[in-house]
């Protein structure tokens, strides 16, 4: 979900075929988790251990985190408190004049690891989302493409993506071997 007062992509996931998961010991699995270039960050180690198991358990979860570092989109990842009401997660822009464009993805602090990290590859396809919009600098361009990509999830500038429904709902299956 987008939420945009201050700009947000909200995630309320339904969660819902096994693939096979990826070796703990998988050299990219380091340098996508671990580099100071990467582009997907936190530093909440929960967090932390989130990014390195959906990574290891979900081959969609790598593809974003992989795809992700090849953009000029700067993603931070964080666990919080509070959100609006109904509101599991969102990803939200920061205005900077600088090459790179960096979002923020908020997380409720309450969630299973499993919904955890599901719910970071749904906002992570969010992030991608605006990865592709090279465009999107700030909150109104944020909107705009939201109101062209996404629908209406309820209240003022909260909008999701079929896509990153798709997507969080494909990371809870591989994460769960269904």
Do not use: W
């Not at 609006?84 to 822009?93: A, E, K, Q, S, V």
């Not at 409720?108 to 906002?123: C, F, Q, V």
């Amino acid at each position: 979900m987008v939420s945009l007062l201050p700009v947000v992509v909200c995630g309320a996931l339904l969660l819902t075929g096994p693939t096979e998961p990826r070796s703990s010991m998988d050299a990219p699995s380091y340098a996508l988790l671990t580099s100071p270039e990467r582009r997907v960050r936190a530093t909440d180690p929960r967090v932390k251990h989130y990014l390195a198991e959906g990574f290891e358990r979900s081959v969609t979860f790598a593809r974003l985190l992989t795809t992700l570092n090849a953009t000029d989109v700067i993603v931070y990842v964080e666990r919080v408190m509070t959100l609006p009401h109904d509101t599991m997660g969102r990803l939200t822009i920061v205005p900077v004049a600088t090459a790179a464009r960096y979002l923020r993805i908020q997380i409720r602090a309450d969630l299973s690891t499993a919904e955890a990290i599901a719910l970071i590859g749904h906002e992570m396809q969010h992030a991608l989302e605006v990865a592709d919009a090279p465009l999107v600098r700030d909150s109104g361009g944020l909107i705009a493409l939201y109101e062209r990509i996404g629908h209406s999830s309820g209240g003022e500038h909260v909008y999701d993506t079929e896509a990153a429904q798709n997507t969080g709902r494909q990371v809870r299956r591989e994460l769960l071997g269904t």
